[in-house]
């Protein structure tokens, strides 16, 4: 099992980053799949998900109206679009897959580093 994330980088603020997170060694269309953040000295935080179909999302206050989870489900790949950065926006990004039924199984990638400054 992998989740492999990349399009980490350095941007200014105003930018954009497109993340995406590439999955294999399990059915990726039966998991919703989420991104999380951590910044230097504060707690891992969820940023937004997507149900397994894609038919249902929901964000982080912090960045609704600039941030657009989406998958693919032909490609086992997960994005997150994210635009007009600032620097709180900040951190180590992951992708997890979820799993609740039969039994709860979860995955995580290793992170992206995302550095918003000028």
């Known amino acids: 099992v992998q989740l492999v994330e990349s399009g980490g980088g350095l941007v200014q603020p105003g930018g954009s980053l497109r993340l995406s997170c590439a999955a294999s060694?399990?059915?990726?269309?039966?998991?919703?799949m989420s991104w999380y953040r951590q910044a230097p000295g504060k707690e891992r935080e969820l940023v937004a998900a997507i149900g397994s179909a894609g038919g249902s999302t929901n964000y982080a206050d912090s960045v609704k109206g600039r941030f657009t989870i989406s998958r693919d489900n032909a490609k086992n790949t997960a994005y997150l679009q994210m635009n007009n950065l600032k620097p709180e926006d900040t951190a180590v990004y992951y992708c997890?897959?979820?799993?609740?039924?039969?039994?709860?199984?979860?995955?995580w990638g290793q992170g992206t580093q995302v550095t918003v400054s000028s």
């Open positions: 997890k897959a979820l799993k609740r039924r039969p039994t709860t199984s979860d995955y």
């Open positions: 060694g399990f059915t990726f269309s039966s998991y919703a």
